[in-house]
């Protein structure tokens, strides 16, 4: 059984930085595509970054490319999404994902509960 668990999220100014964790299991690291997501109130689920398996590469989408990294530890199957240069936009719950593709979220089985982000003066 797959089981996703994040941490990190927490309350930060405008231009700090977070550092996000997803720990894996019930599979080989390395063997799934992961994604992480973020919904606000009132909005749909968005996909921020994901590593894809097919040649270790890491995609972002334009709101957070050169703010946010995606970066994977096969050694612990965590995945970890460092987030710098936070804008009050970035706010919402964070979603790590597994076993799907890019960013579209309806691609993926695999979700955990979800670690808050707020981004405030």
């Known amino acids: 059984q797959v089981t996703l668990v994040e941490s990190g999220g927490g309350s930060v100014p405008p231009g700090g930085s977070l550092t996000l964790s997803c720990a894996a299991s019930g599979f080989t690291a390395g063997t799934l595509n992961m994604g992480w997501f973020r919904q606000s109130p009132g909005k749909e689920r968005e996909g921020v970054a994901w590593i894809y398996t097919g040649d270790n590469g890491s995609y972002y989408a334009n709101s957070v490319r050169g703010r946010f990294t995606i970066s994977q530890d096969n050694g612990k199957n965590t995945v970890i999404l460092q987030m710098n240069m936070l804008k009050p936009e970035d706010t919402g719950m964070y979603y790590c994902?597994?076993?799907?593709?890019?960013?579209?979220?309806?691609?993926?089985?695999?979700w955990g509960q979800g670690t808050q982000v707020t981004v405030s003066a």
């Open positions: 994902a597994a076993g799907g593709f890019g960013l579209v979220s309806a691609t993926y089985n695999h």
